[in-house]
């Protein structure tokens, strides 16, 4: 087998359907396996899973794990040459792991290879390919400047030598996986993407940023929203400098006390609020039970004042490919909000801005 597709879940149902319809597609002339692991969700993902995607394979923890166990207990199943490490609420184009497989089978000594990653609005997010995060460089990065942390020597659309690669869409050989000892499971979750991407280089592996796909990832890039989430960021930031960097008291100190400033520290962006004036639905098809859904909720949201209103586009993937969606919005109005129609489902999922999960509609 060429190709395992290991997908972590937990709570996401719906971004796990559109997920698993885009990547179903994605490998159709592909000797190919979907494993899907869930973290003890309790929605109704599992049950979605058993009764959409028979074919899928599913593993159902009892308890979550986190991301470096969970999906090292999917990829201890894979049969593939290949692992890509896909996260839930993404979107890939049918010609993405084609694309992928052929620039990995023509290099020596491959490590991870990664691709463009864009928001939910169409703007690339610079998470897609990193620089390793030296001590100078972290600081910074934890105190809001974040300029060297990511690898902007590197045009977005390039395909070259990275260092680190994000954990939302991660391809790598099997056996090389295996052979640094997979993810890391001292993290539960953030780091552990950074640790793996490190741990490659130093076994001697090359890291790849593939920029000639594209991919939606409609979380964009994470945000600090309370005080939990920054401990829970920051340490898994100092786990990994206690692993792989030379201690001295004085490191530890400058570290410890980053990782304490950076909540008080850190610009938080605010999210703009948009409210949906107009829906542009693409498709050859007229869809009642979603016009009517639609209807329903722009007259409750037109009586809102003091908001700025736009229109969303909504494609129909039923008439239209993954990769014509996503290209149409990489390159049209990102002052416009996008959602899809997957194929053979009943809701519209996307995101309003381009910092936080996407929102879903469900019609009957």
Known sequence: ?????????????????????????????????????????SDDSCQMVKRLFPEVKLIENKENFGFSKGNNIGIATAKGEYICVLNPDTVVAEDTFTKLLDFSDKKEKLGIVGCRLMNGSGLFLPESKRN??????????????????????LHEESQD??????????????????????????????????????????????????????IIHFKGESTLKDRNYALRFYGAMQIFYEKHFKQNLIFDLVVWLGIKLAFVFRRIRKNEIKIISEYIFISNEVNSKLEAKLSEK????TQLTSVKTNAEVIFDANVLSYKDIIEHIKNTDKELTYKILPNQSNFIIGSNDGLSQGKVIVFQ
């Open 298 to 301: 722009l007259n409750l949201k």
């Open 1 to 41: 087998m060429k190709l395992s597709i290991v997908i972590l879940n937990y709570n996401v149902r719906y971004f796990l359907e559109l997920a698993l319809r885009s990547a179903q597609a994605a490998i159709s002339d592909i000797d190919a396996e979907i494993i899907v692991v869930d973290n003890n969700s």
């Open 132 to 153: 390793i995060p030296t001590v100078k460089v972290a600081l910074k990065k934890i105190l809001g400047n974040p300029d060297k942390y990511y690898a902007n020597h």
């Open 161 to 214: 030598e990275v260092g680190i690669l994000v954990g939302a869409f991660m391809l790598i050989k099997k056996n090389v996986f295996d052979t640094v000892g997979g993810f890391d499971e001292d993290y539960f979750m953030y780091g552990e993407d950074i640790d793996l991407s490190y741990k490659i280089l130093n076994s001697g592996y090359k890291n790849y940023y593939y920029g000639g796909t594209s």
